[in-house]
C-alpha cells in the first residue's frame, strides 16, 4: 500500500532567518511534524503573534461558539482584496450576514439538483479533453472545475470567449500569489503587501474587468426578462430578506469572484488528489470502476442522468471525503481576536491571529486511526462519526461554514464516476507529488498520472 505524501516538516527549532525563507516558499513545510499531536502552538514575535488551535474543543470555539468574537484576519483580507474586493468571503459582521442571506438561498437543496445538467455537461466535457497518456491532472481538473462554475454560474462553458479570459489570466494571477501566506500571518508595514503583489494586482484588475462585462450582461438579460435561470440570476435577484434590497453590479462582482475562486481552485485541488489517492490504491480503484459503471447506459443512450443518480456512488464519495482529510484544499483558516482572550493557561492579546489549521485537524494523531494512510472504507465505520464531528473540517464549520460544501460534493463524484468510466489511472514512476500550499494545497511539481483507456 502506498501511503499518501506528506509535506517535509521542519525540525522543531530552526533559525528565524530559515523559517521567514521557509514561510515565503509554503506554510505548510514551516510546520514541525509535533503539530499532528500537539494541542495549541503558540509563535510570538516582534511583528507577528499567532496561534495555532489544535483541539475540538477550542476549534468549536474559534468557528462555532463564539464565532463573531474570532472575525476574519484583517491581513487576509490585505491580500484577497484586490481580486475579491468585499466579497462574502472577507467581510465580517453585518455586511457579511447580509451577503450571506442572499447568497444561501442560491445552495439550498433545490437549486443544487437543477444545477446537475450543468454538471453533467462539464463532466462530459472534461471526459472528452483528456486523452491516454502522462498527464497533469490538476490542470485537467481545474479546467473542469472552472467550466462546472462558468455553467451553472452563467451559462456558459469555459470556451466562451469571456470565460477563457477570466481562466487564463486567474492562472496567471495563482502564480504571483503565494505572498498572500506572507501577509496573512505577519504583521508587515503597509506597503510590503503591495510591493511584492504588483503582478497580483494587475492581474486581479484584468480579471475584475472580465467579470464586470459578465455581470452587466446579465443585469441588462434580468431587466429585459431574457436571463436564464442559473446561479448568477438567482444571486441577483434574491432580496434580502431584512432590507429588501438586491446586489448592485459592484457587490455582485464582489461576488462573482469569489465564486470562481473558491469554487473551483478548491475543488480542482481536491479532484486532483483524489486521483492519485486512487492511481496509487489500485484494488480500491476496480471497486470505484465498477460502481461507476451505474453510468454506462446513460452514455450508451445518450442522455443525462438526474440528480438520484449520485446515490449509486457510495464509494467514490467516501473517497472525496478521505482526499478531503488528508488534502484539505483550504489548509488553513485565519482569524484574529477583537478582544483578550485566554485559551489553556496562555494569554493573547487583541489582534493576536488565530488559526485553525484544517491539515492538521485531519491528521490529528490523537483522533483518528492510521491519521496519515488513505483508508476511504473508514467513512462506513461507525467509530468515524465521532472523529468526523471533531476534526473534520474540510468545508470548516458554524456560520461561516462553506455555502458550496452540496455543491462541490455532488460535482465531485460525479466528475470521478465520469472519469473512471473512460479511464484506468496509474501512477507515474518518480513523479511522486510533494504536497504544498499555494492559494490552495497543490503539489509542487503537478500531479502526473498514467492515463490509460478502460
Ligand atoms: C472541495 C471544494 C471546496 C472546499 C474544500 C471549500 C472549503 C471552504 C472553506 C474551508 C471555507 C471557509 C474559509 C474560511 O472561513 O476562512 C469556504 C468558504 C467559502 N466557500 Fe467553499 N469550498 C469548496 C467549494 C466551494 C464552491 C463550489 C463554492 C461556490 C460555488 C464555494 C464558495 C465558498 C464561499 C462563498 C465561501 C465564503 C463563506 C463565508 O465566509 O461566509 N466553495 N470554503
Known sequence: MTRPPMPEHRPDRVPFWQHLAMFRRDILSTQPARLYRAKMAEVKLPFLHSVMVNTPDLVRLVLQERAGDFPKSERVREGLRPLLGNSVFVTNGALWQRQRRMIDPAFEGGRLRDTFPAMWQAAQSAAGRVAPGETEVEA??????????????????????????????????????????????????????????????????????????????????????????????????????????????????????????????????????????????????????????????????????????????????????????????????????????????????????????????????????????????????????????????PFSVGARVCPGAGFAMAEAVLILARLLCDYEFHPVAGRVPVPMAHMTVRARDGIWLDLRAR
Open 140 to 393: 485537467v481538473m481545474s479546467h473542469a472545475a472552472a467550466d462546472v462554475i462558468f455553467r451553472t454560474l452563467f451559462s456558459v462553458p469555459i470556451e466562451d470567449d469571456t470565460a477563457r479570459q477570466v481562466y487564463q489570466t486567474f492562472r496567471s494571477h495563482q502564480r504571483s500569489a503565494p505572498i498572500l501566506n506572507l501577509a496573512a500571518l505577519f504583521r508587515m508595514p503597509k506597503v510590503m503587501p503591495r510591493i511584492f503583489s504588483r503582478k497580483t494586482r494587475e492581474t486581479a484588475a484584468h480579471i475584475r474587468r472580465l467579470i464586470t462585462q459578465m455581470t452587466t450582461a446579465r443585469m441588462d438579460a434580468i431587466r429585459t426578462g431574457t436571463a436564464p435561470d442559473d446561479l448568477a440570476t438567482k444571486i441577483m435577484t434574491t432580496r434580502d430578506p431584512v432590507t429588501g434590497d438586491v446586489f448592485d453590479t459592484e457587490e455582485m462582482v464582489d461576488q462573482v469572484a469569489i465564486f470562481f475562486l473558491a469554487g473551483h481552485e478548491t475543488s480542482a485541488s481536491a479532484l486532483a488528489w483524489s486521483l492519485y489517492l486512487i492511481a496509487t490504491h489500485p484494488e480500491w480503484q476496480a471497486q470505484l470502476a465498477d460502481e461507476a459503471k451505474a453510468l454506462r447506459p446513460y452514455l450508451d443512450q445518450g442522455i443525462s442522468p438526474d440528480f438520484g443518480v449520485l446515490r449509486r456512488f457510495p464509494l467514490i464519495r467516501d473517497t472525496f471525503r478521505e482526499a478531503l482529510r488528508l488534502y484539505p484544499p483550504v489548509p488553513m483558516l485565519v482569524r484574529e481576536t477583537a478582544q483578550h482572550e485566554q485559551f489553556r493557561d496562555r494569554q493573547f492579546g487583541k489582534g493576536t491571529q488565530v488559526v485553525v489549521s484544517l491539515w492538521h485537524m485531519g491528521r490529528n494523531e490523537n483522533i483518528w486511526s492510521d491519521p496519515h494512510e488513505f483508508r476511504p472504507e473508514r467513512w462506513q465505520q461507525d467509530d468515524t462519526k465521532t472523529c468526523a464531528r471533531d476534526a473534520y473540517l
